[in-house]
């Protein structure tokens, strides 16, 4: 039973009725008598039939007349019909809602769609057979072991995506740069839930593999790199690059990330040693800066100049008197501001100076960077173009592929299968023979060189240079 107050002039009045649930559904036609009048209370009753089929097509409406009869103070009648037509107008159109609501939201036929039920019987058929990924069986089985437990989910619900799949599914999306629904099609998991498994499998993978990337802290260590340069560059224990990243605008941004080429992009600064491995990265300087200035905000650089890396004591090189201290190799884009970091000479020189001596025998050593670069874009082909995710797991998958290129070059079963025989750059009889990583090769529109920048070097560090270029073109 509800009851109505309302007013009409100095007047008030109540009415007393059951709500129109069971008439709810249809639209009705409602006629309203007035029974008793006593005073300031009017009791009245209402009858209802239902419309005819015509008018159950058009828009919900309500129609009620009013037959005064015997009735004494129109002001107390008019308020109390107006009352009943706001409570009868209102308790039918919220149960028509309801229905209505009711109506839309279908119900689930199932818990799990039947396409993903057997997911786990066909989706690793073939996984190995085409070596998207280059890693063995035995390399895979052991990078499961590790992450196994950090990656593995129970639910009483349904059958849980196995973790072989989950990592699967993440080396699968580095490896192509599939989309999300690409990869539902091919795994049988929904686009939803690939989104939450890659960055979960890539933290995982970063938290087992972390020691795969280790800048050396003694000297001996120092001179285990060394010897990989010594026949080309002696005294270098590392070359240095750094790369733009392309990534889709981020929100609320700005020019942050805005770079030279008109794009959006995150910086990766590495540093890699003989065996083209990486042994320190440096991942998320904003674009807009250049090579140097992110290298000088890196933790690389503040060793560097805190004479805090321990290399080895400074030593002549061969046949010379002069000692020289072990040095980086980088491109044009660094500033020369340290003695630990050498760049080539600016501009074009003559053959036969000892400029282009020493232009050359650095460009020679630190090719290895630029192959380093190249096999990981070759491989990881999730940088072939802009990325469209959150700058946090661009950062993420980023150093994920660069864990897993160590992984991989230092691994006897994979090594082999991840850079066969030919996949880098090699001398020859004096001549450069290209890798097989350079074959159908163009820059990655992800992966960016950063353009050199002139500056003016100090006088100590430019005579360590020259004491080198000296040297090169003394041996020719």
């Not at 809602?97 to 066909?122: F, G, P, Y």
């Not at 795969?212 to 340069?229: D, M």
């Not at 991840?418 to 023979?433: A, N, R």
Request: contains cysteine; proline residues 5%; charged residues 20%.
């Amino acid at each position: 039973m509800y009851i109505v107050h309302c007013s009409s002039l100095s007047l008030n009045a109540s009415f007393t009725f059951s709500p129109l649930s069971c008439y709810s559904s249809c639209r009705i036609y409602f006629s309203l008598y007035c029974l008793r009048s006593e005073g300031r209370s009017c009791v009245f009753i209402f009858s209802s039939l239902p419309f005819l089929n015509y008018f159950s097509k058009l828009p919900w409406s309500l129609f009620i007349s009013f037959k005064m009869e015997d009735v004494q103070g129109g002001d107390e009648t008019a308020a109390l019909a107006l009352s009943l037509l706001a409570v009868i107008n209102y308790q039918v159109c919220s149960e028509n809602r309801r229905l209505a609501n009711r109506r839309s939201r279908r119900k689930r036929r199932w818990w799990m769609i039947s396409v993903h039920r057997n997911r786990t019987l066909n989706s690793m058929d073939h996984f190995f057979e085409e070596n998207f990924c280059r890693m063995s069986r035995d390399d895979f089985d052991i990078l499961l072991s590790k992450i196994e437990s950090m990656i593995k989910k129970q639910t009483r619900l349904r059958i849980p995506i196995p973790p072989k799949v989950r990592l699967a599914i993440t080396l699968r999306y580095l490896a192509t740069g599939d989309s999300y629904r690409s990869l539902h099609y091919l795994f049988k998991v929904s686009a939803s839930a690939i989104s939450l498994i890659v960055p979960e499998v890539c933290k995982a993978i970063n938290t087992v593999l972390k020691d795969q990337i280790k800048l050396p802290s003694t000297p001996e260590e120092w001179l285990v790199i060394e010897q990989g340069f010594k026949q080309k560059f002696p005294r270098c224990v590392g070359a240095i690059d750094g790369k733009h990243i392309v990534i889709e605008s981020p929100a609320h941004s700005g020019s942050k990330n805005f770079n030279y080429r008109g794009t959006f992009s995150i910086v990766l600064m590495a540093l890699v040693d003989s065996d083209y491995r990486f042994i320190f990265a440096d991942i998320g300087g904003q674009g807009r800066i250049s090579d140097g200035g992110i290298f000088q905000h890196t933790l690389l650089w503040q060793k560097i100049t805190n004479d805090s890396l321990n290399f080895p004591p400074e030593s002549p090189l061969p046949g010379r008197d002069r000692h020289v201290p072990y040095v980086f190799i980088a491109d044009g884009a660094f500033a020369l501001h340290n003695k630990h970091v050498l760049k080539p000479f600016p501009g074009d020189h003559d053959i036969g100076t000892a400029e282009r001596t020493f232009n050359t025998k650095l460009a020679s050593s630190r090719v290895i960077v630029e192959n380093v670069f190249g096999v990981l874009t070759s491989v990881y082909r999730i940088f072939k173009k802009p990325i469209a995710i959150d700058v946090k797991n661009v950062k993420l998958i980023t150093m994920t592929c660069i864990l897993l290129h160590n992984f991989l070059r230092t691994s006897q079963t994979s090594r082999n299968i991840y850079t066969p025989p030919g996949t880098f750059d090699s001398l020859v009889h004096g001549q450069i023979v290209h890798g097989s990583w350079r074959q159908n090769h163009t820059e990655s529109p992800v992966i960016r060189a950063i353009p050199p920048v002139a500056r003016r070097s100090p006088a100590s560090v430019s005579d360590i240079r020259n004491e080198f270029a000296n040297y090169f073109h003394n041996i020719e």
